[in-house]
């Protein structure tokens, strides 16, 4: 695997970013880090209470700049990040990862994406993007996000599939981009 590349994996709620990250991170023996953690760590607060008292594009402007810190902390080293749903929205963000590493988005369909939330404890913590019921505000995020997510990713991922599948797939493109790079 290549030196110096970040790896960040990017997609919707409940798409399987940290539980890959945290997973694939022990499988290489290197650091990973998970934006929103690491957002509610530095603001000592939950993003939901962060959006509350600000707004959601105050959010949105420090979510970008902890992209930019917390890869500025790894890079050139080997790193995963696991990034919060929307960090796709401002272009730049997209732009930043794919300078620093490869993107994996995690695609997940709406039915797999709404049981998951409907299973984690920690969704009730996660902000409201709109006022429509589970089903219907993961169908319209998703629907109005996907473009986003595959114009910012360098490799997709079959999110739907168990852990061990998805690491195996992400582990062999990991590789094989190694093994075509030395052939050059």
């Given at each position: 695997?290549?030196e110096?590349?970040?790896?960040?994996?990017?997609?919707?709620?409940?798409?399987?970013?940290?539980?890959?990250?945290?997973?694939?991170?022990?499988?290489?023996?290197?650091?990973?880090?998970?934006?929103?953690?690491?957002?509610?760590?530095?603001?000592?607060?939950?993003?939901?209470?962060?959006?509350k008292?600000?707004?959601?594009?105050?959010?949105?402007?420090?979510e970008?700049?902890i992209?930019?810190?917390?890869?500025?902390?790894?890079?050139?080293e080997?790193?995963?990040?696991?990034?919060g749903?929307g960090?796709?929205?401002?272009?730049?963000?997209?732009?930043?990862?794919?300078?620093?590493?490869?993107v994996?988005?995690l695609?997940?369909?709406v039915?797999?994406?709404?049981?998951?939330?409907?299973?984690?404890?920690?969704?009730?913590?996660?902000?409201?993007?709109?006022?429509?019921t589970?089903?219907d505000?993961?169908?319209?995020?998703?629907?109005?996000?996907?473009?986003?997510?595959?114009?910012?990713?360098?490799?997709?991922?079959?999110?739907?599939?168990?852990?061990?599948f998805?690491?195996?797939?992400?582990?062999?493109?990991?590789?094989?981009?190694?093994?075509?790079?030395?052939?050059?």
């Amino acid at each position: 695997m290549s030196e110096g590349k970040l790896i960040y994996f990017i997609g919707p709620r409940a798409s399987g970013k940290t539980r890959v990250s945290q997973a694939l991170a022990a499988k290489l023996q290197i650091p990973s880090i998970d934006l929103d953690d690491y957002f509610s760590e530095k603001f000592k607060m939950s993003i939901q209470k962060f959006v509350k008292e600000n707004d959601w594009s105050a959010f949105r402007r420090e979510e970008s700049l902890i992209l930019r810190e917390v890869t500025a902390k790894y890079y050139p080293e080997m790193a995963i990040l696991a990034t919060g749903g929307g960090i796709v929205l401002d272009e730049n963000n997209s732009i930043f990862m794919r300078d620093h590493g490869q993107v994996f988005y995690l695609k997940v369909d709406v039915a797999t994406l709404v049981s998951r939330l409907q299973k984690d404890p920690k969704s009730a913590q996660r902000p409201s993007l709109t006022n429509l019921t589970l089903q219907d505000e993961v169908s319209q995020v998703l629907a109005s996000r996907e473009p986003l997510y595959l114009a910012a990713a360098t490799q997709i991922v079959d999110g739907s599939k168990n852990l061990e599948f998805v690491l195996e797939n992400i582990v062999k493109t990991l590789f094989f981009e190694d093994q075509i790079m030395l052939k050059s």
